[in-house]
């Protein structure tokens, strides 16, 4: 029972640590913008900053997870990240955003990130990664949308039936309440943590000098190869804040009605990062990884030609839909990766840092892109705009799954670290 206590309470922390950074911009963005007074190019430029303290955060937060207890790491980041909840929910200006924003970032990353990858990795054993990972990435996506769904009630309670009929004042009350809601449960999971994942003295990892580890997972271009699919992998992922606010410039939504489509997406991630991960572990990760990227190019493409007049509503939506399956399809599996290109137990974290490090850089560069790609072109236009770049990043990803299918090949690349 413990094991599966174990796994359950790593997917609770590893999707509310990014609810007060992420959930609160992914299924209320529009709420969010009304209330901050944002522009999306704004919003992105805080996201810019939440990027590059991250990006900094990756490689020394990778040799801490391999010097220091999950317990000790994933506690200290979800209470932190509460705390900077607590703040949020003041309605700060602009710049008080833009360091709170940099805060999470070194709080979900430098405390968190590779400590909940390591761990992860060691619940699969030797045989199981791809189901490790699959059940991570969709026990998040459940945790998403369920937390999501509870916070789109109460926003709904602050506001009155007819959601644009709401003033200032309800759509600011409304927003604190989620955004402390957000806190709670952070907070809450913070504590679970503290509670259930073994301290240091219950496993058997033997805790080394994590720093020589960098330089041997610098030299592997097997490891860059991963960090590049990343990339990829990432911006489709991002393209799924955009979908509330699609939602209501373009399909003629309310906020209420955009913040509960973008929630009831996020239903679609535990059945695609499982199916996935099952798939992965029977056949090859690389190769999944490879046909996931090759159905979301397809799905952005359409995206990018279609209109409501055009094609209907019910195509628009399920090409959505489509594109969701393929992005969590691919997050549920990258990681399982490691396994695949057999990078050493002992070097994990220094992996998944220096993966982390170059595969998220989105964080620093795809919202400030997006933001002005819509503010350049409001409307339907500027989301054409953004799901064609979408769709040409996925190609690239196609492209990038057989670099690293190359690499696999090479056994020069496998040399004892």
Same mark, same amino acid.
């Given at each position: =029972?413990?094991?599966?206590?174990?796994?359950?309470?790593?997917?609770?922390?590893?999707?509310?640590?990014?609810?007060?950074?992420?959930?609160?911009? *992914?299924?209320?963005?529009?709420?969010?913008?009304?209330?901050?007074?944002?522009?999306?190019?704004?919003?992105?430029?805080?996201?810019? @900053?939440?990027?590059?303290?991250?990006?900094?955060?990756?490689?020394?937060?990778?040799?801490?997870?391999?010097?220091?207890?999950?317990?000790?790491?994933?506690?200290?980041?979800?209470?932190?990240?509460?705390?900077?909840?607590?703040?949020?929910?003041?309605?700060?200006?602009?710049?008080? =955003?833009?360091?709170?924003?940099?805060?999470?970032?070194?709080?979900?990353?430098?405390?968190?990130?590779?400590?909940?990858?390591?761990?992860? *990795?060691?619940?699969g054993g030797k045989s199981a990664q791809?189901?490790?990972?699959?059940?991570?990435?969709?026990?998040?996506?459940?945790?998403?949308?369920?937390?999501?769904?509870?916070?789109? =009630?109460?926003?709904?309670?602050?506001?009155?039936?007819?959601?644009?009929?709401?003033?200032?004042?309800? *759509?600011?009350?409304?927003?604190?309440?989620?955004?402390?809601?957000?806190?709670?449960?952070?907070?809450?999971?913070?504590?679970?943590?503290?509670? @259930?994942?073994?301290?240091?003295?219950?496993?058997?990892?033997? *805790?080394?000098?994590?720093?020589?580890?960098?330089?041997?997972?610098?030299?592997?271009?097997?490891?860059?190869?991963?960090?590049?699919?990343?990339?990829?992998?990432?911006?489709?992922?991002?393209?799924?804040?955009?979908?509330?606010?699609?939602?209501?410039? @373009?399909?003629? =939504?309310?906020?209420?009605?955009?913040?509960?489509?973008?929630?009831?997406?996020?239903?679609?991630?535990?059945?695609?990062?499982?199916?996935?991960?099952?798939?992965?572990?029977?056949?090859?990760a690389a190769r999944s990884i490879g046909?996931?990227?090759?159905?979301?190019?397809?799905?952005?493409?359409?995206?990018?030609?279609?209109?409501?007049?055009?094609?209907?509503?019910?195509?628009?939506?399920?090409?959505?839909?489509?594109?969701?399956?393929?992005?969590?399809?691919?997050?549920?599996?990258?990681?399982?990766?490691?396994?695949?290109?057999?990078?050493?137990?002992?070097?994990?974290?220094?992996?998944?840092?220096?993966?982390?490090?170059?595969?998220?850089?989105?964080?620093?560069?795809?919202?400030?892109?997006?933001?002005?790609?819509?503010?350049?072109?409001?409307?339907?236009?500027?989301?054409?705009?953004?799901?064609?770049?979408?769709?040409?990043?996925?190609?690239?990803?196609?492209?990038? @799954?057989?670099?690293?299918?190359?690499?696999?090949?090479?056994k020069s690349n496998y040399k004892p670290?």
């Amino acid at each position: =029972m413990s094991r599966y206590l174990y796994i359950v309470t790593l997917v609770i922390a590893g999707e509310m640590a990014f609810g007060l950074p992420f959930h609160t911009a *992914r299924f209320f963005r529009p709420t969010l913008l009304e209330v901050f007074g944002f522009t999306n190019t704004q919003l992105g430029d805080l996201f810019a @900053v939440y990027g590059v303290t991250a990006m900094l955060c990756y490689f020394p937060g990778g040799a801490i997870a391999d010097r220091f207890s999950a317990r000790f790491l994933l506690t200290a980041s979800l209470v932190a990240t509460a705390c900077g909840g607590l703040y949020m929910a003041t309605i700060p200006g602009p710049f008080q =955003m833009a360091l709170l924003y940099g805060f999470w970032g070194i709080t979900t990353v430098f405390l968190f990130w590779a400590a909940l990858i390591r761990a992860t *990795r060691e619940w699969g054993g030797k045989s199981a990664q791809g189901a490790a990972f699959g059940i991570l990435e969709g026990g998040r996506g459940v945790a998403a949308a369920v937390f999501a769904g509870l916070m789109v =009630m109460v926003l709904a309670w602050h506001l009155p039936e007819d959601a644009a009929l709401a003033t200032d004042e309800e *759509r600011r009350v409304g927003f604190q309440m989620v955004v402390l809601g957000y806190s709670a449960v952070a907070f809450a999971a913070g504590v679970l943590a503290w509670f @259930v994942i073994p301290g240091p003295g219950e496993n058997s990892a033997v *805790r080394h000098n994590p720093f020589p580890n960098m330089a041997l997972v610098i030299r592997r271009p097997i490891i860059w190869a991963q960090a590049a699919i990343i990339i990829c992998a990432y911006c489709g992922y991002k393209g799924f804040d955009y979908f509330s606010l699609y939602a209501v410039q @373009v399909l003629g =939504m309310d906020e209420v009605e955009g913040a509960r489509l973008a929630s009831y997406g996020a239903y679609i991630r535990p059945f695609a990062a499982l199916a996935a991960g099952l798939i992965a572990d029977r056949f090859d990760a690389a190769r999944s990884i490879g046909v996931a990227f090759l159905v979301l190019a397809i799905a952005y493409t359409v995206l990018s030609i279609s209109s409501v007049d055009s094609v209907g509503l019910t195509a628009i939506l399920f090409n959505l839909g489509i594109s969701l399956f393929a992005v969590f399809s691919l997050r549920g599996i990258y990681f399982a990766l490691l396994q695949e290109t057999r990078t050493p137990r002992h070097i994990t974290g220094a992996a998944v840092g220096m993966i982390s490090l170059v595969g998220y850089t989105p964080e620093i560069f795809f919202a400030p892109i997006a933001g002005r790609i819509l503010d350049a072109t409001p409307g339907p236009g500027g989301f054409l705009n953004l799901f064609a770049l979408l769709a040409a990043i996925a190609a690239l990803g196609v492209i990038f @799954v057989a670099c690293l299918i190359w690499l696999k090949r090479n056994k020069s690349n496998y040399k004892p670290v």
